[in-house]
């Protein structure tokens, strides 16, 4: 158990490695690239503590996101029509794919947040 008062637990002991941080977590900027480094594996246990779970999606959701800012903004330079031409239904088919993408993303925090893992499996919250 770690010192956070409230805590998500999967009741079968399954555990992701992009797990929830939970409030209070200081967001790094993502407005640079990080390179994403390889933290050492302890392997005599399969639970890690709530400092380890943090640290790990601080870094992860930093170098993550700065990828896909970084996608997003190469997928800007389609915008030139010097370079390209694209028709209004391309552009739409672009843009809810995008919107869809953000969705699913949001709905994974939302489902985490209400108990539900993203493989389906129901998390209990110990207080």
Do not use: C
């Not at 790094?28 to 392997?43: F, G, I, L």
């Amino acid at each position: 158990m770690g010192t956070h008062p409230h805590e998500v637990v999967e009741t079968d002991e399954y555990y992701e490695e992009d797990a929830e941080a939970g409030p209070g977590v200081v967001w790094p900027d993502v407005s640079q690239p990080v390179e994403e480094t390889t933290a050492p594996v302890e392997t005599s246990s399969k639970k890690r503590g709530d400092a380890e779970k943090r640290a790990a999606f601080s870094r992860l959701a930093s170098s993550r996101a700065s990828a896909a800012m970084d996608a997003m903004r190469l997928l800007g330079h389609l915008a030139n029509p010097t370079q390209y031409v694209w028709d209004e239904a391309q552009e739409a088919t672009l843009f809810d794919a995008l919107e869809m993408g953000v969705k699913a993303l949001r709905r994974s925090f939302e489902d985490a947040r209400r108990g539900i893992a993203k493989n389906g499996k129901h998390l209990s919250l110990r207080v």
